[in-house]
Nanobody
Framework: QVQLVESGGGLVQPGGSLRLSCAAS????????MGWYRQAPGQQRELVAT???????NIADSVKDRFTISRDNAKNTVYLQMNSLKPEDTAAYYC?????????WGQGTQVTVSS
């Protein structure tokens, strides 16, 4: 059973930073792409960033200059460093991982950017 456990969300003021973490278990070294998506109330889930086992990244234009994605393959953990946060970044953030060709999702962690 593949499980993704996220941590690091919370409330932050505009201009602040947060670091999200997501640890995957149950797939060993068969995990390929890992990433983060987000969903704001009343909106569709959207891609934030993905990273391959080799470190190649794909980051949404809306966050490209502010967010960084990285991973530790030995720990099957993916990170999202979010800097210069804006109120429009407020959303539930979901970790994703592809294991043996199938998508898996975390339970989501809330990020709220507000003064």
């Amino acid at each position: 059973q593949v499980q993704l456990v996220e941590s690091g969300g919370g409330l932050v003021q505009p201009g602040g930073s947060l670091r999200l973490s997501c640890a995957a278990s149950g797939c060993g070294f068969s995990i390929t792409i890992m990433g983060w998506y987000r969903q704001a109330p009343g909106q569709q889930r959207e891609l934030v960033a993905t990273v391959t086992p080799g470190g190649s990244t794909n980051i949404a234009d809306s966050v490209k200059d502010r967010f960084t994605i990285s991973r530790d393959n030995a720990k099957n953990t993916v990170y999202l460093q979010m800097n210069s946060l804006k109120p429009e970044d407020t959303a539930a953030y979901y970790c994703s991982a592809i294991c043996l060709g199938r998508y898996y999702w975390g339970q989501g962690t809330q990020v709220t950017v507000s003064s």
